[in-house]
């Protein structure tokens, strides 16, 4: 996302998955490392109860999609 000028004050990027400034966000994407290769079994499904995704290490809270890796593991989708 780019940066918007409004009025005089100048927004700064945000993620797209945390909605932080991209300088304040600890996610996968601006920690700079690569999407990990995952083995996606499933297609998704709503988590029933929370967690840890694998692939950034957040937490997954109930309600979030969540796709099943092959180490037998849960990531959020959009960290596939």
Known sequence: MAAVQVGAALMADR???TDL????CACQTH???PAPDAGIRSGGV???????????GD???????ITAVDS???VHAICT
């Open 31 to 33: 920690r700079g490392e």
């Open 46 to 56: 709503v988590a029933k109860f929370p967690g840890i995704c694998s692939g950034c």
């Open 59 to 65: 937490r997954i809270a109930i309600g979030d999609l």
């Open 15 to 17: 993620c797209d998955l």
């Open 21 to 24: 400034l991209v300088d304040q």
């Open 72 to 74: 037998g593991g849960w």
